[in-house]
């Protein structure tokens, strides 16, 4: 939602806080400001609507910005109050200044009270109220720890906040409740941020802060407190990803690299799950006899996670005859689920700290149910909060369009849905392992393939790049990719698509249809393809231009299509991999020839950590 950082220690802090808010700005770039120590210890704040380029520029009238040791930067994505400058983070006095990622809900009545005490606002935002609040309890409590444990104890809401304090120079202060938060301590000093990309330039000794925790930062080092103010002792980790991880290396956009690390992301991702040539999920508390006892299983996630859950349903219940039910994780929240300790409910999640998802997560267990966290960030919310966690293994994704994180979030549906077949006698060892076999080694190549010839692919974005409005229909498992690959082209092309079983367009969509409308059709499986055939003369015969996807070999009649990109020849169950990048290339050529911010589309963020 929001990115924030903080360093103090003994070099410059601006250009690590630049370089950090540059790192986390898939979290959120609609402003990015600073607050900083000056050499007489006042503090600064320094920000600016757009871009952190429009931020650079204005250091430049700051010459505390080269000489500042200490201080806390932020990258915004908006929610209470337009991208303005004056709406940018840091937010306070000349006593306080904070960056926050969240949402206070109870801002308003925050708001009343801080003016009835004589406070005024410049801003329309929530986190000035926040801010003044600190300040507030500031006054009452002269110390800072005191103040911000008071202050948040009035908050509702979410937060992740670093503050600073024109008392206490050289040192930040950060405090969190469902959003993220980590500290870390490099050769020259120490950091906080909301995630670990933005500071692995500097180093890769990190901490988690846990909810409710009170970090104290320093240039010597990072004290934990709990909220009755005691101590808490914690380890440093390793970080697993190194700084390469978050840069774009050779490639122009995160979205491409990432597109081409899927095959290496499938195998790192599956390969830690597989023993004996089977896929075990032990680790996370299930064998046979328990996966064999859930009466009904959900999988409940956002976005692209939701789409993988979709394959998940189809492929589950295909192969073991266990019903799968997918949820969308703002509506599951507050539907009263019928869930008791007989159900199991996986969350899929990226960042592991989406607001619907995690919320989800937490009702599920209060219903009693088992939830199993299917989670690419280490240590995340719902990592951490799940009854069991499968870690997904595609490194930090960069792009705010999930590409890599889809591609094995589908890996482990697959295993999933694998073991539970096998759990239910439904499939035999020697299937099974073949079957494992398959996945981790031929469809990491298929994947391969496509990348080997993606020229075809940003052929046919430049032929259809000027469409106002685009299709993508499917059946079956098809018709489970054609949703992610809607939102893929719609969310960073900016050209509206939509996702339809291919035999239900006739059924009213198909008026939608006119003269030269993309339809992009996904026929991986044959049988269903004459199925699917009639479907695209119906289309065709109404103008629509069809953009045919499917297996080579496949006999397709001419007449049937306007173009044709081959899916390498493959059990069609496997079919949905090679063509989810296909439908994530031609994603991305589209959005390079319309010119559009590919890693960074308008209006969007990563990680979406409020409702
Ligand atoms: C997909 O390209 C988007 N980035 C978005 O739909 C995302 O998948 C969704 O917000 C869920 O995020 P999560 O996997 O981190 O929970």
């Given at each position: ?547 045919l996807i499917c297996q080579q070999g496949f006999q397709v009649p001419s007449d049937s299509y306007d ?6 020849s493959c059990d069609q169950m496997f079919t949905i991999f090679p063509a989810a990048t296909i439908a ?28």
């Amino acid at each position: 939602m929001c990115g924030i950082i903080g360093y103090t220690g003994s070099e410059n802090a601006v250009p690590r806080l630049l370089e950090g808010l540059r790192t986390l700005e898939y979290r959120g770039y609609d402003s990015a400001g600073i607050a900083i120590f000056s050499e007489k210890n006042s503090l600064t704040g320094i920000k600016s609507k757009g871009r952190i380029e429009n931020l650079e520029a204005k250091l430049s009238y700051f010459p505390d910005a080269s000489v500042s040791h200490c201080g806390i930067g932020h990258t915004r994505w908006a929610t209470h109050g337009e991208p303005s400058d004056i709406n940018s983070h840091p937010h306070g006095t000349p006593r306080v200044y904070i960056v926050h990622n969240g949402i206070i809900e109870n801002y308003a009545e925050l708001k009343d009270f801080l003016i009835s005490q004589g406070y005024t606002f410049s801003s329309q935002t929530d986190t000035e109220a926040a801010a003044l609040m600190i300040d507030y309890c500031y006054n009452l409590t002269q110390n800072p720890a005191d103040a911000i444990l008071s202050a948040v104890k009035r908050f509702k809401g979410s937060y992740a906040i670093g503050a600073v304090f024109s008392s206490e120079p050289g040192k930040i202060y950060a405090i969190r409740k469902d959003n993220p938060l980590i500290a870390a301590i490099s050769s020259d000093g120490c950091f906080i941020a909301s995630d670990l990309p933005a500071v692995l330039k500097y180093t890769d000794n990190y901490m988690r802060i846990d909810e409710g925790e009170l970090a104290v930062v320093e240039q010597s080092g990072i004290k934990i407190y709990s909220p009755d103010k005691t101590e808490v002792k914690r380890d440093f980790k390793k970080a697993e990803w190194d700084v390469s991880c978050a840069t774009k290396g050779e490639y122009p956009h995160f979205m491409l690299k990432e597109i081409h690390e899927e095959p290496t992301a499938l195998f790192q991702t599956l390969y830690p799950i597989i023993s004996d040539g089977m896929p075990n999920f032990d680790s996370a508390g299930l064998n046979d006899t328990r996966l064999k006892k859930f009466k009904k299983i959900y999988v409940v996630a956002c976005g692209t996670a939701m789409h993988a859950g979709l394959v998940g349903k189809f492929i589950a219940e295909k192969m073991a005859r266990v019903p799968l039910e997918v949820e969308i994780a703002s509506e599951f929240r507050y539907k009263n689920p019928i869930l008791d300790k007989t159900d199991m409910v996986i969350i899929i999640s990226q960042s592991g700290e989406t607001a619907d998802s995690l919320a989800a997560l937490r009702l599920a267990k209060q219903c009693g149910a088992y939830t199993l966290g299917v989670v690419n960030v280490p240590g995340s919310s719902v990592a951490r909060e799940a009854d069991g966690v499968i870690y997904t293994h595609a490194g930090p994704e960069i792009a705010v369009a999930s590409t890599k994180a889809y591609t094995v979030q589908l890996g482990i549906m697959y295993l999933f849905a694998f073991r539970l077949a096998y759990a239910h006698e439904k499939m035999d060892s020697s299937q099974l392992r073949k079957y494992t076999q398959e996945l981790i080694t031929s469809v990491p190549e298929l994947i391969h393939k496509i990348l080997d010839t993606q020229s075809e692919c940003a052929a046919i974005s430049k032929k259809y790049k000027n469409a106002h409005s685009a299709f993508f229909i499917g059946r079956g498992l098809d018709y489970a990719l054609s949703s992610e690959a809607a939102l893929k082209l719609k969310e960073i092309s900016y050209i509206h698509s939509e996702a339809y079983a291919a035999g239900e367009l006739k059924h009213g969509t198909l008026s939608l249809v006119c003269e030269d409308t993309p339809v992009f059709a996904f026929a991986g499986c044959a049988d269903l393809l004459d199925k699917t055939i009639s479907n695209l003369r119906e289309v065709r015969a109404r103008g629509g231009k069809v953009v045919l996807i499917c297996q080579q070999g496949f006999q397709v009649p001419s007449d049937s299509y306007d173009d044709i990109l081959y899916l390498p020849s493959c059990d069609q169950m496997f079919t949905i991999f090679p063509a989810a990048t296909i439908a994530q290339l031609i994603a991305y050529y589209t959005s390079l020839e319309l010119g559009r911010d590919i890693d960074r589309p308008r209006n969007l963020a990563k990680s979406v950590t409020v409702e």
